[in-house]
T-cell receptor, first 112, second 113 residues
Framework: SQQGEEDPQALSIQEGENATMNCSYKTSINNLQWYRQNSGRGLVHLILIRSNEREKHSGRLRVTLDTSKKSSSLLITASRAADTASYFCATGPNFGNEKLTFGTGTRLTIIP | NAGVTQTPKFQVLKTGQSMTLQCAQD?????MSWYRQDPGMGLRLIHYSVGAGITDQGEVPNGYNVSRSTTEDFPLRLLSAAPSQTSVYFC????????????FGAGTRLSVL
């Protein structure tokens, strides 16, 4: 079963606007990662946040983590057409379990 | 700097045929994994390896075999292809137990008729 579930499943916004997508997970984690997948390509790592961190920034990306609610959000500011992609959260590896478990993804479309 | 290389990129099989999807990485990574991606299902782990000679099952291992004879290579074998195995397959690697970032290949799109 999926550990992470992204919300919304699909999101369309105008270029320049901010995009926010959410991830909920079920069990305790050591860290949570976000990946991007352009159409027809493999996944690319974006950012990792550890369980003792509440917020992390990387360029136009801002990730938050609320372990009490078992949720994370990814904010992309000042969106660009090149941000059009699917975004996945992944939990793991955790507590000796070597697996990374991916959610079902959010499909983001940036309208020029 | 090749990273993770998967071959072939596309493949069409008939039901019952067998084939091997190849995966190679040149980053000297200990950990390698195979995922399948289906619409609305995200990525599901098929098999993974934490080093040469060591493999373990993931979430959906049935119908697939793996082996890891070298650090670089992690082939995925379909023993008797079924239409349910039509999917996009991704190989990934990461450095080791303390390295969480996973690097993905470009994928193999497989159709089983």
């Amino acid at each position: 079963s999926q550990q992470g579930e992204e919300d919304p499943q699909a999101l369309s916004i105008q270029e320049g606007e901010n995009a926010t997508m959410n991830c909920s997970y079920k069990t305790s984690i050591n860290n949570l990662q976000w990946y991007r997948q352009n159409s027809g390509r493999g996944l690319v790592h974006l950012i990792l946040i550890r369980s003792n961190e509440r917020e992390k920034h990387s360029g136009r990306l801002r990730v938050t983590l609320d372990t009490s609610k078992k949720s994370s959000s990814l904010l992309i500011t000042a969106s660009r057409a090149a941000d059009t992609a699917s975004y996945f959260c992944a939990t793991g590896p955790n507590f000796g379990n070597e697996k990374l478990t991916f959610g079902t993804g959010t499909r983001l479309t940036i309208i020029p | 700097n090749a990273g993770v290389t998967q071959t072939p990129k596309f493949q069409v099989l008939k039901t019952g045929q067998s084939m091997t999807l190849q995966c190679a990485q040149d980053m000297n990574h200990e950990y390698m994994s195979w995922y399948r991606q289906d619409p609305g299902m995200g990525l599901r782990l098929i098999h993974y390896s934490v080093g040469a000679g060591i493999t373990d099952q993931g979430e959906v291992p049935n119908g697939y075999n793996v082996s890891r004879s070298t650090t670089e290579d992690f082939p995925l074998r379909l023993l008797s292809a079924a239409p349910s195995q039509t999917s996009v397959y991704f190989c990934a690697s990461r450095g080791g137990a303390l390295e969480n970032i996973q690097y993905f290949g470009a994928g193999t799109r497989l159709s089983v008729l």
